[in-house]
């Protein structure tokens, strides 16, 4: 077996370009990947059990105090949002239809991004209910900036899954039959 060629100092010379080897970018980008996975993952269950304790008619109203959509859609939309929000966090954690998902999310994350926006313009003043139910706030006690920075922050796994959607310990690597990241 012969060894790899080193460089005077005795290190292994790196490969040549067009040898077939992998860069380390390369080779990182699936854990980058199932740590984009992790991320996403947590934040959907973290924001999605608490919810699920709630009444529908409690959810409703959270989403009807944005005051964007009529009620009837509003109480529809705030009685599903946990159910939702858990299905992405279990098909993430699971690794199955990743970019879909990261897609889906990132969609959801704009959504809610612009209803945060849209109350700080409308000079509307209530707790975004992120990890619960929309309250009532002080005139001057939002933290829409924020909300929106923290939202903003959530996107960035999601446009990493939508790009780079392979990672270890995935549903995806073994249903498409790629059995060297299903076991990494």
Known sequence: ???????????????????????????????????????????????????????????????????????????????????VELALGLLIVLGLGTRLVALLSALLLLVYIGGIISLGARGIAINCGCGGIASKALAGHTRYTLDVLRDVGYLVPAAWLIWRPRSPLSLDAAVSGDAETAAA
């Open 1 to 83: 077996m012969a060894s790899a060629a080193r460089t005077t100092s005795g290190r292994p010379r790196p490969p040549a370009a067009g040898t077939g080897e992998p860069s380390a970018w390369l080779r990182s980008q699936p854990w980058i990947s199932l740590v984009a996975r992790a991320g996403l993952a947590a934040m959907w269950l973290y924001y999605s059990l608490p919810k699920l304790s709630y009444s529908s008619d409690a959810l409703g109203l959270a989403v009807r105090q944005y005051q964007i959509l009529p009620a009837g859609p509003a109480n529809a939309f705030g009685t599903v949002q946990p159910f």
